[in-house]
Nanobody, 126 residues
């Protein structure tokens, strides 16, 4: 069974940092682009960041550029989201997702992702 599993969420003060990890089991990791999305209460799920199968190609939502970094480890089959300078507006449930794509393609639509984790809560206090 394919099931990305997120970890690393928690409570942090504004300006702090968190690292989210996602372990992708049950799939051929090198065949999948990996993405992070988030959903705040009362809002729709939105794209945060994604990394192509190549590992060297990434994309970010404008509101996280310069603060978040996504990376993947093809040996461990994990994807990491380093989040720095967090703001209260970053409070949300963060989801890891997997998309089977071409080598350098970076999908940014939720509909492009077939497999989703259960999510991990990130809360940033002011």
């Amino acid at each position: 069974q394919v099931q990305p599993v997120e970890s690393g969420g928690g409570l942090v003060q504004a300006g702090g940092s968190l690292r989210l990890s996602c372990a992708a089991s049950g799939l051929t990791f090198e065949n999948y682009a990996m993405g992070w999305f988030r959903q705040a209460p009362g809002k729709e799920r939105e794209f945060v960041a994604a990394v192509a199968r190549s590992g060297g190609d990434t994309a970010y939502a404008d509101f996280v550029k310069g603060r978040f970094t996504i990376s993947r480890d093809s040996t461990q089959h994990t994807v990491t989201l380093e989040m720095n300078n967090l703001e209260p507006e970053d409070t949300a449930v963060y989801y890891c997702a997997a998309s089977q794509t071409a080598l350098f393609y970076i999908p940014m639509r939720a509909s492009s992702y077939a497999y989703w984790g259960q999510g991990t809560q990130v809360t940033v206090s002011s």
